[in-house]
RNA sequence: GGGUGAUUAGCUCAGUUGGUUAGAGCGCUACGUUGACAUCGUAGAGGUCACUGGUUCGAGUCCAGUAUCUCCCA
């Protein structure tokens, strides 16, 4: 290659492609067969089939990328393996929508027709996602990936409802759902949109039976007086403990309810008095189950009201009741007083109607006896959490699980294998339709009409993706896998559900890390989406800047599972690192043409900065690798770029380019060529995880300059840190030329004398080490702060005309040319000295206080005193420097 | 209402078991086209570590309370 082909900047479009389809011509991504060494394993949180991608998936894929590579690296055979979410409720509301569009609906439909739609709408563009995630350069294997419609899936999800079944462990219940009167459809949690609205709190006298008094209720909703079935009080409430058992007449019904007692009650809400209305309302749902009570359920599917509610009632629509209600209150002086309230209600977030909690026949999970094992193995540790805190909320849903509605009232879904008898009614439980009814022998049966919770499938992610309930090789081999990496927010919904159903069926954990992140938000912190506008397209961002820099960006901005904060700013970051390691291969092709034979490692004539560049380099293989296995993508994005941009590109390089160019010692040019491309070639394989296509691209590159195989991959292994080439000596000086040079530079600025100026220097050394040092490598100083000419010993003294500044004991003093601005010159070293009084003062009172010295650590008291000298030393040469100005 | 987490520079965040002059990136200011990179370089300014009390020789760090906010569940 010609090296000044190699544009200026980075141009990733072209790149990509093409190492992606290398990778996927090669295989990469499918575990190797045949091997012993034990496999590590990502189950991809699935995206939903009609999902496109969005800056969260870009989140948690790249980090799965990233640790899968990794390891893929290390050497193990690796599976990520892939799949798609039906979606159940969010996949019917997109092809229902546009069937309205076409002015048609799911009843014109029919079931089956709507079904068969959303297929043909999953083969021809439900797949968009996988596409996008292969531009964001996932190395999944899609030669398994699957769908949780597939058939295998579907198996599975029969065989763990029967089984389940058949154990007691599903059963047929009532349950409050939110219902859509207008929809005439149950609706999911998430389906529900809460705003706060002002309305009004009604306060109900209910008359005592035995006695004269009344209590007085409020309600938002008085049209469920109608249903109500006792009325609770706290029973620490000394105001109605004498009322505990007793009961009160029913305004406007005839009936008699009692009063009981339950800890739900507030005490200082309202009067203390709460009406419980099972049949509508979730709370009193549950206070009625706890307490026995009737359910009676006084409206339709349409919001009308029913013969429950009574005759007079009967046939009105909700509201039309609620006011009857109130008037009839009224009349009969039952109506304490009315109040305005603030109140959340929740709107069908389809058509925005008023949403009515209805009691319903759906089917449960009993999961209590599911959770026990699955509180056993993260207590244990066998599952972990990342970050740790969220083992806490994870043990709080555990030790408070609920029964699992898994019944939707929906078509698109696995529907409930339950089947009844058009004869007799009764139900069957199989994995197929029965053909005989064991009761009546009658031969015709209608399925269940309802699908389950799309959680149903996924919660056997797993295994079912494995092939489960057939032993295959897969599930022997790659189950329990690694590491789960997804949202908290699903911790309820999804991990801890996966934990459960992989313990019962196959007896083991699903993975043994789960690791947590945040959720991308936008500059000003608002959580990104559709409706908002905030979130930008990542594919756009791919084809612009490049699927690296977006890589990295998010990899590098998301500390210990906190939240992302994406912006411009904050993909430059990956923009420019990007467009810098490009730079920096470009300039060491150019000067690596005639790097034909190398000389041998061992042959190398190395110099200071070269034995530093190898010494950094062996600790950042050691400190990425901990930050890797540990999980600290973050810590390891900052430690390779640190590394790279700082300590390779902004030191070594510069230093480096003196031998290069001015050289005439071949040994030294052939060295420092040698070092560029190595050292550039093992931080590829360091980034690849984080950043694989502009790596691959260098390493292939590069790779035919470098002696090594010509069939070595970048993948093919990990770096290792050799040990013997760490050298805290070595480092230590470079350290001190580092530093000296940093003082140099503040020491121009000072003065404001141009960088580009040439200019002379005395050094005052305090040992031999040292002179040696600064004689050896003042072409450091030349080269990196314009040193002209430098003076060193040990013997030397403070040239007049000149300004000082020390680095450990070492003392720098620029010669100046009559240049300078006396006035402000003093001003500066006045409020320097001023800091530095201060901190002498700090660390004196420190020193002088008895109890410091005796209680603190010896070291810490050597260290305070070895830090006074050092600032004393710096406050008498900033006193002389006053001086020499007069 | 129950639970959880947070509060450090203009912004986003580090700060490991209490022990430097509290750090980084971005932004800002000044200067600079030194033969890879202006998607660059050099330097600078900028903080009462939310508030109040406590423990300690010593608190950004530990404890209690207050305030404000986040998220999950109901």
């Known amino acids: 290659m010609e090296p000044m082909d190699i544009s200026k900047t980075f141009d990733p479009t072209q790149i990509e492609k093409k190492w992606y389809a290398y990778w996927m011509e090669r295989h990469y991504f499918v575990p190797a067969e045949e091997t012993d060494i034990k496999p590590f394993t990502i189950l991809i949180p699935p995206p939903n089939v009609t999902g496109i991608l969005h800056m969260g998936h870009v989140l948690n894929n790249t980090l799965q990328d990233v640790i899968v590579r990794y390891y893929r690296m290390l050497g193990k055979p690796t599976l990520w393996l892939p799949g798609v979410d039906h979606a159940g409720i969010a996949t019917q509301n997109m092809v229902e929508k546009q069937l309205a569009d076409q002015g048609l609906d799911r009843h014109i439909l029919g079931r089956d ?17 996988i596409e996008q995630l292969k531009q964001l350069g996932c190395s999944c294997d899609w030669s398994r990936q699957r769908f949780t419609m597939d058939e295998m899936l579907s198996r599975a999800v029969k065989e763990v409802f029967v089984s389940l079944y058949e154990e007691g462990l599903i059963y047929k219940g009532k349950y409050i759902i939110n219902w859509c009167p207008r929809c005439v459809t149950a609706l999911a949690n998430d389906e529900v949109e809460h705003d706060d609205e002002d ?19 409020a309600t938002t909703r008085p049209e469920t007086v109608l249903g109500d079935t006792a009325v609770a009080v706290n029973p620490r409430d000394e105001r109605y403990r004498h009322l505990i058992g007793k009961d009160l007449h029913l305004p406007l019904t005839g009936r008699r309810i009692p009063v009981v007692s339950d800890d739900y009650v507030d005490m200082g809400f309202g009067t203390g008095c709460v009406k419980v209305t099972p049949a509508h309302d979730p709370n009193d749902f549950e206070i009625g189950r706890r307490h026995d009570l009737p359910q009676l359920l006084v409206m339709d599917e349409h919001g009308i009201m029913n013969a429950t509610a009574g005759h007079e009632f009967e046939g009105m629509e909700r509201y039309a009741c609620r006011r009857k ?49 699955a509180i056993e193995v993260v207590e244990s540790g066998e599952v972990k959490f990342y970050p740790e805190r969220w083992t806490k909320v994870y043990m709080h849903w555990m030790h408070n699980i609920r029964d699992w509605c898994i019944s939707r009232q929906i078509w698109w879904g696995h529907r409930i294998p339950a089947y009844y008898c058009l004869a007799c009614d009764h139900m069957i439980v199989a994995k197929k339709m029965p053909h ?37 090789e897969d599930l022997k081999r790659f189950l329990p896998t690694d590491v789960l990496i997804t949202a908290p927010e699903i911790i309820y919904l999804w991990v801890a559900r996966m ?25 000003i912190g608002r959580k990104m989406s559709k409706s908002l506008g905030n979130s930008p397209d990542p594919i756009d961002i791919i084809e612009s800047v490049g699927a690296d820099a977006l890589r990295f960006s998010m990899v590098f901005s998301t500390p210990k599972g906190a939240d992302v904060f994406y912006s411009d700013a904050m993909l430059e970051t990956g923009r420019n690192f990007a467009n810098k390691i490009w730079n920096a291969y470009r300039f060491i092709m150019m000067n690596a043409e005639q790097v034909a034979g ?14 530093w560049i190898y010494s950094r380099l062996q600790q950042v293989i050691s400190e990425s690798r901990e930050h890797y296995e540990a999980l600290r993508l973050n810590d390891a994005g900052q430690c390779l770029f640190q590394f790279i941009w700082d300590e390779f590109c902004s030191w070594y390089i510069e230093l480096a380019k003196d031998r290069l160019y001015q050289s005439d010692d071949a040994g030294k040019r052939l060295t420092v060529k040698y070092i560029l491309l190595d050292v550039m070639q093992t931080a590829m394989r360091l980034l690849h995880p984080i950043m694989p296509f502009i790596t691959e691209e260098i390493w292939q590159s590069v790779k035919m300059l470098f002696p090594m195989p010509e069939e070595s991959l970048i993948i093919a292994a990990y770096p290792e840190a ?42 005052k050394v305090s040992d031999d080490r040292q002179n040696r040092l600064f004689q050896q490598y003042h072409a450091y100083l030349n080269k990196l702060a314009r040193v002209n000419q430098a003076y060193v010993g040990t013997t030397l003294s403070k040239p007049p005309q000149s300004i000082g500044a020390v680095v450990r004991n070492v003392e720098f003093y620029m010669h100046l040319s009559g240049l300078v601005d006396i006035v402000a010159e003093k001003e500066r070293l006045g409020k320097q000295m001023e800091k530095l009084t201060k901190e002498l003062t700090a660390i004196q009172n420190k020193l002088a206080n008895d109890n410091f010295v005796q209680h603190a650590k010896a070291e810490v008291v050597d260290k305070e005193r070895a830090k006074l000298a050092e600032v004393n030393t710096k406050a008498n040469l900033l006193r002389q420097q006053m001086e020499n100005l007069g």
């Open 113 to 129: 027709k709507l079904v068969e739609l959303i297929w043909q709408w999953k083969h021809e563009k439900g797949d968009r996602i």
């Open 199 to 217: 309305g009004k709190l009604w306060h109900i006298r209910y008359p005592e039976v035995d006695g004269e008094g009344h209590v007085v209720v």
């Open 325 to 373: 209600v109130v008037e009839m209150l009224a009349a009969q002086d039952l109506l304490e007083k009315v109040e305005t309230h603030k109140h959340s209600v929740g709107h069908c977030y389809r058509c925005d109607t008023v949403i009515e909690p209805y009691l319903s026949d759906q089917w449960f999970v009993a999961m209590k006896p599911l959770g026990e094992r």
């Open 436 to 472: 005989t009814c064991p009761r009546c022998q009658g031969s015709s049966f209608r399925q269940d009409e309802d699908v389950l919770d799309t959680w149903f499938s996924s919660w056997l992610w797993p295994f079912s993706t494995m092939g489960w309930p057939d032993e295959t």
């Open 499 to 523: 934990i459960m159903s992989t313990l019962k069926f196959r007896g083991v954990i699903p993975f043994h890390t789960v690791l947590l992140h945040g959720t991308v938000r936008d500059e």
């Open 598 to 611: 190398l000389p041998a490692k061992d042959k190398l004539v190395m110099e200071l900065a070269d034995r």
């Open 722 to 763: 050799d040990s013997s080439l760490i050298d805290l000596a070595i480092a230590d000086e470079m350290a001190l030329v580092q530093e000296s040079i940093t003082a140099i530079r503040n020491l121009r600025k000072q003065v404001n004398l141009s960088p580009a100026s040439e200019i002379e220097i005395t050094i």
